[in-house]
């Protein structure tokens, strides 16, 4: 069964998801070659108590820690590490609180430094590819016109969709149903219906799209070693059309691509938002 959210409790998971936004955006500026992921880890964990939150991610299944970030080749769930990030790396943080007995989830992609052309490609058709799954959340719509067209356009990019993860429902649990596959025919699936609300996450890589997970059993890889893109955002289905709650302000939605003042920003890159 699909959940449907009240206004009030959809008023609480503007607030869990408002949390999310505004941590990923204090990140977002912190990447930097030099900074590590642990670093990252340590800033978003305080933020989140500061703001009255709990980590969701935190001790679930076991996981150890707040953010999951995911470098290069990791696809999600990466386990903070502190190794220093480097100049041309690219980092997916992932981020989940739990606020007033609701959920919230959002990952972006940033790039550390300068990153090469088609780099910023596999970032921007990611996120365009969430931006194209978010135009179908709509009233009378199905689950699977989602998927549908996030692999129409990460695929008409020459890049893949990653199959063994999925988005999902998100409210009072942080995985509720539907699970929201990134591929598959349009048409199929329960109807979206008024006061629904997904996380639609999109994970793409630059060659095949198989996936293996390391020894540390949380890190997902690609299995021939190419890079990975993940953009996630939380989204309500309402009469009015999709709103996303874990949009950041324009204000806070320029890339940081860690450039410092000595390494020149790719400017394809300056659009890019969570
Ligand atoms: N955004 C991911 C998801 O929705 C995060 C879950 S990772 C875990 O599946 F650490 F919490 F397991
Ligand atoms: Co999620």
Redesign the pocket.
């Known amino acids: 069964m699909i959940v449907r959210k009240s206004p009030a409790e959809l008023e609480r998971m503007r607030a869990a998801n408002a949390v999310v936004a505004s941590v990923l955006a204090e990140l977002r500026k912190l990447v930097a070659p030099g900074v590590s992921t642990q670093d990252l880890d340590a800033v978003a964990e305080r933020q989140i108590h500061e703001a009255g939150a709990v980590p969701?991610?935190?001790g679930?299944?076991g996981?150890p820690?707040t953010l999951?970030a995911s470098v290069n080749e990791a696809v999600?769930?990466g386990i903070p590490s502190e190794t220093p990030l480097v100049a041309g790396d690219i980092v997916s943080l992932?981020?989940?609180v739990l606020l007033d007995g609701f959920y919230g989830?959002?990952?972006i992609t940033v790039p550390v430094g300068q990153v090469p052309v088609r780099t910023t490609e596999l970032l921007r058709v990611t996120h365009e590819s969430l931006e194209r799954g978010i135009e179908q959340v709509r009233v009378g719509g199905h689950v699977s016109d989602i998927g549908h067209a996030v692999q129409k356009h990460v695929e008409a990019n020459g890049f893949a969709v990653v199959r063994e993860?999925v988005?999902?429902g998100?409210g009072t649990e942080?995985?509720e149903e539907p699970q929201i596959p990134n591929y598959g025919k349009p048409g199929r699936g329960s109807e979206l219906k008024a006061g629904m609300v997904f996380?639609i996450?999109p994970m793409v890589t630059m060659g095949g799209p198989a996936v293996r997970v390391l020894g540390d059993n949380?890190t997902a890889v690609t299995r021939d070693g190419s890079l990975a893109a993940h953009f996630?955002h939380t989204v309500v289905v309402s009469e009015v059309g999709p709103e996303v709650l874990t949009q950041i302000a324009e204000s806070d939605a320029i890339v940081n691509a860690g450039a410092g003042d000595d390494a020149p920003v790719d400017e394809s890159a300056s659009s890019l938002r969570g």
């Open positions: 969701a991610f935190k679930y299944h996981y820690a999951c999600v769930h992932d981020m989940g989830d959002s990952a993860f988005g999902h998100i942080l995985h996380a996450e949380w996630e």
